[in-house]
Every structure is written in structure tokens, then in C-alpha cells.
């Protein structure tokens, strides 16, 4: 139970007398809120807040040996599906009464070992994080090896606790659904493989599918960056004499930088050429034109996550869950017409 202090000297003892209520309700409504009833808990909270009261997590933590916060280790808050992320792992959290402490690593394997080890030593209660490549990650042996509760947010593992989509069938769908419009030369492209497993599995299953449908080999174009892309590599698509009729993206933000790199190289989307993503991004709806992305629910992919980490910590319970993607349709890819198939089939030919 937590002793919790003002300087007015108000106690958990006296916001217990006034709410009508137990102090070890009063210590729940702080440290418990999701088993409170609603009712008692906003009681208890508007007597407290009359007081200015507010819980000493110091003192309740040295008490529990718990500090009721879990940590974040995100590549980055630019990309908008991390920070949906985020919100989502936050909220669920907060309807526990953790709090949650973020850090990222910008893709690069090295900061994320130093960002978990400097998260272990704030006396953290778990950790959800998002890894280069969860098959070599140094790190999630030392968690395992310490006892340290965590759960992968996005990387899919078979031996690892994690929320996450399954990237191989959601990239194989979006192949068939380009193939479905006469595309059959379809390029992938991302940033470095070994800097994200994610994108490894969707060009394992955008290669996947094309040979299944018998389409031309998916050629992997490697970006320096996994979110911008680069106008040299670009012009070299566009220039090439079998170039690719649709641009298959690891991520919207990478796919939204193509779409910007064509239209000022004098080429039209999807005029020219068709460029989809993968992520779901909220404002793709609203670009010009409208992005076909599949969408991985970053909010719900944080919630389950964290949901994941509490049953761990509380319950004991290790376990991973998958999330359903979808495949939105937008204006950014457009059907091959029939004059377009048969250039596209010469020109295979001639090579």
C-alpha cells in the first residue's frame, strides 16, 4: 500500500475517510485503476484532487520493488505508425497505472543495445521494442538472460513474445493485387535488409507470390535510408529500357519520398508508374494521389503489445499475438493497359 504525502499532510488514510472508502482502495485507484469500478475510482480521484493529492511512486516503488513503468524502444517518431505505436502502448499502460519511459534508435542495432541497457537500469518492469532483426539481436538474449519481461512490437519471432502483422502474406497479397491490375514486372524497394527484418520479409514475400503467378523476378532496389529515397536510384528506374511498371514500397513514408522523386523527374503517378507502400498511414487517403498501402495497425500493434508485456508481468503469461492487415486501395496505382502489357512483354523478351 502506498503512504502517500502533500505538504498540506493530507494522507491516504484521510482520502480514504472522506471517499467512504478502504485506504488499500484509495492505493488501487493510484497504482490498480483498470480492477477499480468507475464509479468509486473517479470518486476517489475528485476527493484527492480537492487536496492536490498525488501518489509518491518513489516511496511506492521502493515499498513494491516495483517501479509500474515500462519501457519503449521505437527506430523513430517520424515515421507515423511508430507513434501510433506509441499512443496505443501509452493508453493501455496508463489504464493499468504504468507509466511508460521511450527511447529511440534510429534503425542503428548499436543505439538499440545501448537504449535497452539504459532503460534496465531505471528498474523497469518490462520493455516493448522494435529490433533491426529480432533472428540476431544480442539484446533480447541478455533480456532473456536477465529474467527481464519484454515483447516485441512489429518484428514477427517464433521464439520471442511480439504483436505484429504477418509481413510475408500482407506483401504476398499486395504483389496479387498488382498482378491483378497487368502488372507483372514489380520492383521492391527499401532501405538496408539487415537494419529491418520487416522489410526482408515482405521482399521474401513479394518474390514469393510473383513466382507463384509467374511474373518477372521482384528486383530489390536498396535505398540508403528505409524512409527517403534517393533521385539518382530513381532516374535509373524511370530511364531503364525494361523498367518496372509498379514500385512496391517497404514502408509509406519511403513510398510518399518516390512519389515526390517522380513527379520532379517530369514523371506522373500513376501515369507513368504505380507505387505502393506498406504501413497504412493515416494521411495517405489524403495525398495526391490517395496511397494503396497495406495497412499495419501501428495504435493496435502498441496495445496489443503492451497488453502482452502486463500478462507477463502480472500473470506470468508469455505469448505473442498476430494482427490482421488489410490492403487499402488507392489512386497511387492504376491498371496496365493493354498497349503497356505488350511494350512490357517485348521489351522482356529483347533483354
Do not use: W
Request: charged content about 20%; hydrophobic content about 40%; glycine content about 6%.
Amino acid at each position: 500500500m502506498a503512504e502517500e504525502r502533500r505538504t498540506d499532510k493530507v494522507s491516504i488514510v484521510e482520502i480514504a475517510r472522506q471517499a467512504g472508502v478502504s485506504p488499500a482502495t484509495v492505493s488501487r485507484v493510484f497504482n490498480r485503476p483498470d480492477i477499480v469500478q468507475a464509479q468509486t475510482r473517479e470518486h476517489v480521484l475528485a476527493i484527492a484532487g480537492s487536496h492536490g493529492f498525488r501518489p509518491n511512486r518513489l516511496g511506492s516503488s521502493l515499498r513494491l520493488g516495483s517501479t509500474r513503468t515500462l519501457g519503449l524502444v521505437l527506430p523513430t517518431l517520424s515515421n507515423p505508425v511508430f507513434a501510433d505505436c506509441f499512443e496505443g502502448a501509452e493508453q493501455r499502460a496508463r489504464q493499468s497505472g504504468y507509466s511508460v519511459m521511450m527511447t529511440a534508435t534510429h534503425y542503428d542495432p548499436t543505439l538499440e543495445t545501448a537504449a535497452v541497457h539504459r532503460l534496465i537500469d531505471h528498474q523497469l518492469d518490462g520493455i516493448i521494442l522494435t529490433v533491426a532483426d529480432a533472428r540476431k539481436s544480442s539484446i533480447l538474449k541478455t533480456l532473456k538472460a536477465r529474467g527481464m519481461n519484454y515483447v516485441l512490437a512489429y518484428n514477427e519471432s517464433v521464439i520471442h513474445p511480439c504483436a505484429a502483422v504477418d509481413n510475408y502474406a500482407a506483401a504476398s497479397d499486395m504483389v496479387s493485387h498488382l498482378a491483378g491490375l497487368g502488372h507483372r514486372h514489380i520492383a521492391f524497394l527499401s532501405g538496408p535488409l539487415d537494419l529491418s527484418d520487416r522489410a526482408k520479409s515482405r521482399l521474401a514475400g513479394s518474390r514469393h507470390c510473383a513466382r507463384a503467378l509467374r511474373l518477372e523476378r521482384v528486383r530489390h532496389y536498396v535505398m540508403l535510408s528505409h524512409t527517403a529515397s534517393d533521385t539518382a536510384t530513381i532516374a535509373r528506374i524511370l530511364e531503364a529500357a525494361s523498367r518496372p511498371s509498379a514500385l512496391f514500397c517497404s514502408n509509406d513514408l519511403l513510398a510518399t519520398s518516390v512519389i515526390a522523386i517522380v513527379k520532379e523527374l517530369g514523371g506522373a503517378v500513376p501515369g507513368d508508374i504505380s507505387v505502393a507502400g506498406f504501413d497504412g498511414i493515416r494521411y495517405g487517403a489524403f495525398m495526391s494521389p490517395s496511397l494503396t498501402t497495406v495497412e499495419a495497425p501501428g495504435y493496435e500493434i502498441g496495445k496489443a503489445a503492451c497488453h502482452l508485456l502486463l500478462d507477463q508481468i502480472e500473470q506470468g503469461a508469455v505469448r505473442s499475438e498476430q494482427l490482421r492487415y488489410r490492403l487499402i486501395e488507392g489512386a497511387s496505382v492504376a491498371a496496365v493497359s493493354p498497349l503497356s502489357r505488350k511494350e512490357s512483354h517485348a521489351a522482356c523478351a529483347n533483354q
